[in-house]
């Protein structure tokens, strides 16, 4: 097993895409990089990279799994063929179907891993 990589996109990721585009895209990781891990556009911006970096097939064994993660995700947006005008749509599109899905109820373990964790004043 390697030691950078995890099961799906980890948001500590998200910080080390800014300067692979440009301004639209710099802004969008400006705005999710520092959110909550449970917050809607940080999952939102996690299933865009689940869908472009082909996740769900990555085998700890494989060639991808041996970058890493960061590493991995970083060759995603970089070798995307699309503008930042597309990347924004697919993360647009993503945040919907986040949205969609919270919009109904949940089970409990999922309500739990999406409660507020800030620290209480």
């Known amino acids: 097993m390697y030691p950078d990589s ?3 996109f980890p948001p ?4 080390q895409l800014r300067d692979l585009r440009g301004p639209k895209w710099q802004h969008l990781i400006e705005r999710v990089a520092f959110l909550p891990h449970n917050h809607e556009e940080v999952l939102a ?9 082909s996740c769900l097939t990555c085998d700890l064994d494989s060639y991808r799994a041996s970058l890493g993660c960061c590493t991995c995700a970083r060759r995603t947006i ?3 063929k699309g503008d930042d005008d597309a ?3 697919l993360y647009e599109k993503s945040l919907q179907d986040v949205q969609a899905y919270l919009s109904k109820e949940q089970p ?3 309500a739990v891993l999406l409660e507020d964790r ?3 004043q």
Do not use: D
Not at 45 to 53: A, R, S, V
């Open 12 to 15: 500590r990721c998200i910080q």
């Open 78 to 80: 970089g070798g995307f």
């Open 87 to 89: 990347l924004l749509e």
């Open 118 to 120: 800030s620290p209480r």
């Open 108 to 110: 409990l373990a999922v």
């Open 45 to 53: 911006f996690g299933l865009m990279m689940i869908k472009l970096g």
């Open 6 to 8: 995890e099961i799906l």
